[in-house]
């Protein structure tokens, strides 16, 4: 079934980054930051490393709902993991994060594990490649958008281009290594739009 996630702010094939919630066996329920891509057609896809919580959650129960949220705290306590009961609520048998501005309920379809690559951290961890279908969505603010952290890294670029220009060697080298670390984030997981304005802002730090 294909599913109009524009509604979300969800572009297919572009990374956001979401509230994963799952339920161990024993209905312990867990809530960790993901990146989900949407991949059309009802497939979504998500990438995660061996060694976490959600990742055994979602082998054991094959089923995970990916909660769409800009709340700074929710994604603090959950990255933290202390994020407190009162912070969940439950439907289709599945833990979700409560008044979340939306949710989508995956089925897992398959799973890939594969060594990690195209990442800016060595590790031996292997990375599981997650497909899932979508069994259900829910939009509970009709505002809702999903977080993609392209935009993030362009205004930290745009922000530092002045100071750019009158900084001295050691700073300009920092700058341009935080730009060059968000340009490959936004050539990963952002639209054309955005990958055309950090081309431009990068051909005007080169100028300076
Ligand atoms: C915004 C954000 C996005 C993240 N995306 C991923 C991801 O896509 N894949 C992954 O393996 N880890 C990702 N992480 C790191 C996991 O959240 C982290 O490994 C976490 O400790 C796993 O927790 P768990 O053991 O409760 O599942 C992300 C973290 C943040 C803050």
Known sequence: MEYDLSKLGIEKDLHYECITTTLSKNGIRNAEAFSLVYLGKGNVH????EGSKTLKNILDTKEYAVNITQDPLVFTYATLDCLGDEYYAEDDGMAIIKDTPSYI??????????????????????????????????????SVKAYNRGMSGLIEGLVNLSRYK???????????????????????????????????????????
Do not use: H, W
């Open 105 to 142: 309920i995956v089925d897992v379809e398959d799973i890939e594990v594969k060594t990690p690559e195209d990442i800016p951290i060595k590790s031996d961890n292997n990375i599981y490649l997650i497909y899932g279908k979508i069994r259900k969505v829910v939009i509970n603010d009709e």
């Open 46 to 49: 998500c990438q995660i490393f």
């Open 166 to 208: 009158i900084v001295d060697d050691a700073k300009r080298q920092e700058y341009m290594a935080k730009l060059i670390e968000n340009q490959r984030i936004i050539e990963k997981v952002s639209d054309k739009k955005t990958k055309n304005a950090m081309a431009k802002l990068m051909a005007e730090y080169e100028k300076n």
